[in-house]
């Protein structure tokens, strides 16, 4: 078990940045593959980014890849989503989602592949 707590998310002007942290409890964090997701108003939630347990691979959406930037902490128990060149389509609700892994190399993009989901964190980029 696993309890997850995002925090970083805020109001900022298009063009901007912010970033997103996802602190994790407990002492076996480094099983876990990890991964960030968001809801848009009206929308289903979606895939934003990705990491492995060791953190050497990724995978983004397209809609952030170049953008948007996940990593991870092991020693700190942190997920972390760096968040540049912000726009307002990226205004929506960012939730960190956390899945048993042993395979190192393994990521998920399918938020049904995750068991262990955080509170979310507002995102809100205005024009």
């Known amino acids: 078990q696993v309890q997850l707590v995002e925090s970083g998310g805020g109001l900022v002007q298009a063009g901007g940045s912010l970033r997103l942290s996802c602190a994790a409890s407990g002492r076996t964090f480094t099983t876990y593959a990890m991964g960030w997701f968001r809801q848009a108003p009206g929308k289903e939630r979606e895939f934003a980014s990705a990491?492995?347990?060791?953190?050497?691979?990724?995978s983004s959406a397209a809609s952030v890849r170049g953008r948007f930037t996940i990593s991870r902490d092991n020693a700190k128990n942190t997920l972390y989503l760096q968040m540049n060149s912000l726009k307002p389509e990226d205004t929506a609700v960012y939730y960190c989602?956390?899945?048993?892994?042993?395979?190192?190399?393994?990521?998920?993009?399918?938020?049904?592949?995750?068991?262990?989901w955080g509170q979310g964190t507002q995102v809100t980029v205005s024009s």
């Open positions: 989602a956390a899945r048993t892994s042993n395979r190192g190399a393994s990521y998920y993009t399918r938020d049904d592949e995750y068991d262990f």
């Open positions: 990491i492995s347990t060791s953190g050497v691979i990724t």
